[in-house]
């Protein structure tokens, strides 16, 4: 891992849980992993606030161990930054929940990330309280819709049982069996009820508890970006066919591999006839298919057969990501350096290899201008050279020839790079301008407060404007100016966590 994605990670653990979780956490990034002895001595807290610190880390699911390489009573602690990284993308998982299940789904998987793992009545207990908060008295919500959110959630998987320790001496070893992830809990509905009303009892799931699969939600983001991608390059019927062949897609092979089990075409055409939804696509739906199977250069799709009534399917995801990195990192380079050095970024990729002379020519770009576009390219380590000697004679000005070319795997990583960078610094100048108005900003706080207790208390709108005057036009210039600044920020920080998902997923397929 990288100096610049520890020190990303390092942050948000200092962001979301303090200063002693985050040294814990960038030590066992730092040195790899290590037993609570070595933690302690490294780090130099106190043994307790060490354990504190990865039981924290152990609860989110940041950290796991396992009995020692050499003593194996002793427990060594292995950090998974990977999952810290995740932290920036909870408001993502939310909003996709809500989006699709609703108000009280959404709240089910909020409880259940603010608390990393938990009993599943436990969640829905907090879920339902929260709710009901939320509808400012309205007794709208009941613990069985909650409940049969939470059995949904587990049912499409993005809920699943965290594995439970085994009764042996030594060290702990978390197993659960595969049956098991996704088997709702039995839980007892009246003692929940009486629980709420806090007369108390036993639900019957304490010892069962529960996670969030995060594979479940990048499967979904990974194909809204497929979606979205051929709406843009053909129209909507050939996006809702995308979203067809992935769902038929699943019936037969699993969700990450990296080429699909064939898809008949015949089961296709019932499948579009049954659903309706698209006219133009039940129509033309032999048309659409060869448009993306034998036309479109994304190569989402491939033809892999003749039989099954018209043909069989297959949606190929990894080329599917190799063709957004490209289109990503032609998409950097146009922002950085314009469009002539974008056009010289592609015709080396088109050409695989190619010389300077070449690309003066076939971009259609003056000499000069040319040479330094794609010198500046190189120095950034966009493109790469390689020298080839035309004979084995000594070394002269025209005894070898120099071709440019684009190691595709080693420009995404270095991007990614860039991207932790980045999410480092916006996430800096963050915390930064809520530093510098933190006073500014607690009193507008304070004030939105006082209004509303006052609105609440049925106070005159004269009333409510004296307190609002105790902001002063300079102030509230001020805030509105930070206000942008963060949401700016913010904002940078969820685009860049797009082009770092689409850049890890083609990495994940190599």
């Given amino acids: ?90 408001p993502k998982y939310l909003l996709l929940i809500k989006t699709q ?13 603010r608390q990393g793992q938990a009993p599943a009545s436990h969640i829905i207990l907090n879920a339902l309280k929260r709710l009901k908060e939320n509808c400012k008295g309205q007794d709208k919500m009941s613990i069985v819709t909650v409940r049969d959110k939470f059995h949904l959630l587990i049912t499409k998987q993005f809920l699943m049982r965290c594995p439970s320790p085994t009764e042996e001496p030594g060290v702990p070893v978390l197993t659960v069996k595969e049956r098991d992830l996704y088997l709702p809990p039995e839980i007892n509905l009246k003692v929940l009820v009486n629980i709420e009303q806090g007369l108390g009892g036993d639900p019957g799931d304490e010892n069962v508890y529960w996670r969030i699969n995060f594979d479940r939600f990048h499967q979904e983001f990974r194909d809204k970006i497929m979606i979205s991608s051929i709406s843009k390059r053909i129209d909507e019927s050939a996006a809702e066919l995308m979203r067809l062949l992935l769902r038929q897609m699943y ?46 250069s994304s190569r989402f799709v491939m033809r892999v057969g003749d039989s099954g009534g018209g043909g069989q399917y297959s949606v190929n995801v990894k080329e599917a990501f190799v063709q957004l990195s490209w289109t990503t990192l032609e998409n950097i380079v146009l922002e950085r350096f314009g469009t002539k050095a974008a056009r010289i970024f592609r015709l080396i990729r088109e050409k695989k290899f190619i010389e300077q002379e070449q690309i003066q020519q076939k971009a259609m770009i003056p000499a000069k201008e040319a040479k330094l576009l794609t010198y500046k390219l190189l120095e950034e380590n966009f493109i790469q050279v390689q020298e080839l000697r035309k004979t084995m004679a000594a070394n002269g000005p025209n005894k070898s020839f120099f071709l440019f070319h684009i190691e595709h795997s ?30 500014l900003i607690e009193k507008q706080q304070r004030i939105e407060s006082i209004t509303a207790n006052l609105r609440g208390q049925g106070a005159t709108q004269e009333q409510i404007a004296e307190i609002e005057e105790m902001l002063t036009p300079p102030e509230l210039t ?5 206000r942008t600044m963060i949401n700016r920020l913010t904002e940078a920080e969820f685009q860049l966590d797009d082009t770092v998902f689409i850049l890890q997923l083609y990495m994940s397929y190599l």
């Fill in 251 to 296: 019936l037969r092979t699993d969700p990450w591999v990296a080429t699909s089990n064939p898809i008949p075409l015949s089961e296709l055409r019932d499948t579009v006839r049954k659903l309706n939804t698209h006219p133009a696509l039940v129509q033309y739906l032999e048309q659409y298919i060869k448009i993306m199977a034998d036309e479109d």
């Fill in 1 to 90: 891992m990288s100096v610049q994605y520890g020190k990303l990670c390092s942050l948000l653990l200092l962001e979301h849980f303090g200063e002693i979780v985050q040294r814990v956490g960038y030590d066992l990034f730092k040195w790899g992993t290590r037993t609570l002895r070595l933690v302690v001595a490294s780090t130099g807290l106190p043994v307790l606030k060490v354990k504190q610190a990865l039981r924290v880390l152990i609860q989110y699911g940041f950290v796991t161990f396992a009995p020692g390489q050499y003593q194996r009573n002793i427990a060594e602690y292995t950090l998974l930054p990977e999952k810290v990284y995740l932290l920036l993308r909870y």
């Fill in 478 to 482: 001020l805030l509105e100016k930070v």
């Fill in 101 to 113: 299940y609703g108000d009280e789904a959404e709240m089910v998987v909020e409880e259940l990330l």
């Fill in 410 to 439: 080693q420009v995404v990583r270095m991007v990614l790079e860039m991207c932790y960078k980045a999410l480092y610094n916006a996430m800096t100048r963050r915390e930064h301008e809520r530093n510098e108005n933190k006073r």
